[in-house]
C-alpha cells in the first residue's frame, strides 16, 4: 500500500470534501461557464472553496481540475491551457490546505466516447499525463481519477496518474440500470473493482449519480470483491427543478445519518459529491465523533 494511504487511514475514516460545481455557482460561476478556467480567471473564489471544506473538517481536499484535459478544454477553446489550469489548481487547493489538509487533485472523464472512436486511447493517454504531470508539479499529495463511466478510459487515467508516483484513487459513476448498480456503459461494482486495481489504483470506489442510501449496496459490494480501500463521494440526492433552478433535496443531517451503514458496508473514505457544500462534511465529521 502507498505510504500516504497507509498513514491516512490508520486514524479510522477518512473525511473528504464535497462538490466544488455546485459551490463555484454559488459565488457567481455561470450557466456553460467553465469552472476550471477559474483557476486563473477568479483564484480568490477557487481558494475559498478548498479553505471552507479544510475549515469544515476535509482531511483530503480535491481541485478545480475536473476537466483541465485538453481533450475537455478544447470545447472551451482552453486546450492550450490544460497545464496552466491543472497546476494552478493543484497550487490553489495545496496552499488552501497549507498541512491541514492533504490534497487529492481531480482528473475527470474526456466527455468523448472511446468506443464510437470520438477519441482513441493514444489521445487520451497523452492528454491524462500531461495533466497529471501539471497536477504534480502543483504540488498535489495524490491524485482521484472520478466520476468515470468507461473502465477503458478510467484506466488510462489511472495508468497516467501512476506515472507522477503519487497514490491513484479511482471511482466509477453508477448511475444507470434499474438498480443503478451499473455505469452509463453497463459497468458493475464487481468488474470495476477488478479493472481500477488491475490498473493499479491505491483505492477505488463511486462518486456521484445518486443519493447516499445508494452507496450503502454498492460500497457493499466493491467490499467483497477487493481489499484496497474504498472511496464514496455520494450527491446530495437527485436534483430537481425548482422555478428553474436545480435543487438538491438532502440534508447534511439526512447524509450524515447514513455514515454509519456506509462505513459498516466497508468504506473507508467518506465525502460528498453534486449538491453538497461545507456543512454535510461538518456534519460528517460529527457522525464519525
Ligand atoms: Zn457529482
Given at each position: ?10 486514524q ?6 464535497g ?27 477557487v ?10 473538517g ?17 470545447d ?35 466527455g ?21 504531470r ?22 488510462i ?36 473493482a ?14 456521484c ?32 427543478l ?14 450524515a ?20 457544500g ?11 465523533g
Amino acid at each position: 500500500m502507498h505510504p500516504l494511504i497507509e498513514k491516512l487511514i490508520a486514524q479510522g475514516p477518512v473525511v473528504t470534501d464535497g462538490a466544488w460545481g455546485t459551490q463555484l455557482q454559488a459565488r457567481g460561476l455561470a450557466p456553460g461557464e467553465c469552472p476550471d478556467a477559474w483557476n486563473l480567471s477568479h483564484p480568490d473564489r477557487v481558494e475559498a472553496v478548498a479553505r471552507a471544506y479544510v475549515d469544515a473538517g476535509s482531511q483530503i481536499i480535491l481541485t478545480n481540475t475536473f476537466r483541465s484535459n485538453r481533450i475537455t478544454l478544447a470545447d472551451h477553446g482552453l486546450a492550450e491551457r490544460a497545464q496552466e489550469l491543472s497546476r494552478a489548481g493543484a497550487e490553489i487547493s495545496s496552499r488552501s490546505a497549507a498541512g491541514r489538509a492533504c490534497v487529492f487533485a481531480s482528473i475527470g472523464p474526456s466527455g468523448k466516447m472511446l468506443v464510437t472512436g470520438e477519441v482513441t486511447e493514444e489521445e487520451l493517454r497523452a492528454a491524462f499525463s500531461e495533466q497529471a504531470r501539471a497536477l504534480a508539479a502543483g504540488g498535489a499529495d495524490g491524485i482521484v481519477v472520478e466520476t468515470m463511466s468507461d473502465p477503458a478510459e478510467a484506466r488510462i487515467a489511472v495508468a497516467a496518474a501512476r506515472e507522477t508516483g503519487l497514490p491513484v484513487a479511482a471511482t466509477m459513476v453508477f448511475d444507470s440500470g434499474k438498480d443503478k448498480d451499473r455505469t452509463m456503459m453497463g459497468t458493475t461494482p464487481e468488474q470495476a473493482a477488478r479493472q481500477l486495481s488491475e490498473a493499479g489504483a491505491d483505492v477505488i470506489g463511486a462518486n456521484c449519480g445518486q443519493g447516499i442510501a445508494g452507496y450503502v449496496p454498492l460500497a457493499r459490494r466493491l467490499r467483497a470483491v477487493t481489499d484496497l480501500p474504498i472511496w464514496i463521494k455520494a450527491n446530495a440526492g437527485l436534483p430537481v427543478l425548482v422555478g428553474g433552478k436545480t435543487t438538491w433535496r438532502t440534508s447534511p443531517e439526512e447524509f450524515a445519518s447514513q455514515v454509519p451503514a456506509l462505513l459498516e458496508a466497508g468504506a473507508g473514505f467518506i465525502g460528498g459529491c453534486c449538491g453538497t457544500g461545507p456543512d454535510f462534511i461538518f456534519a460528517v465529521r460529527r457522525a464519525l465523533g
